[in-house]
């Protein structure tokens, strides 16, 4: 079993930048597709990005094309999100998986880490 921990989240205002880490354990993240949903308050639980396991090819959902970026490396997963608005409050999660491409349905996921944006 892989067991995924994020970290990075916080308060931070309109147009700041932020870098969410996933850390796993029990495999390499070169090993792993992985990607991000997030749950705002009110909100359904919505897909936000992920990467291939061996390519390192992305996929982000519309709202967050051209602000978030992610990227991985053997032990973590992250995702840059620069220009954040408020809309982007959610708490985070970090996701993977053995295949290929991240399914609907990661594997594994983590805990959770809150974003707050301030307006």
């Known amino acids: 079993q892989v067991h995924l921990v994020e970290s990075g989240g916080g308060l931070v205002q309109a147009e700041d930048s932020l870098r969410l880490s996933c850390a796993a354990s029990g495999r390499t993240f070169s090993t792993l597709s992985g990607g991000w949903f997030r749950q705002g308050p009110g909100k359904e639980r919505e897909f936000v990005a992920s990467?291939?396991?061996?390519?390192?090819l992305t996929l982000y959902s519309n709202s967050v094309k051209g602000r978030f970026t992610i990227s991985k490396d053997n032990a973590k997963v992250y995702l840059q999100m620069n220009f954040v608005k408020p809309e982007d409050t959610a708490v985070y999660y970090c996701?993977?998986?053995?295949?290929?491409?991240?399914?609907?349905?990661?594997?594994?996921w983590g805990q959770g880490t809150q974003v707050t944006v301030s307006s």
């Open positions: 996701v993977a998986d053995t295949l290929q491409v991240l399914n609907i349905k990661p594997n594994y």
């Open positions: 990467i291939t396991r061996d390519s390192g």
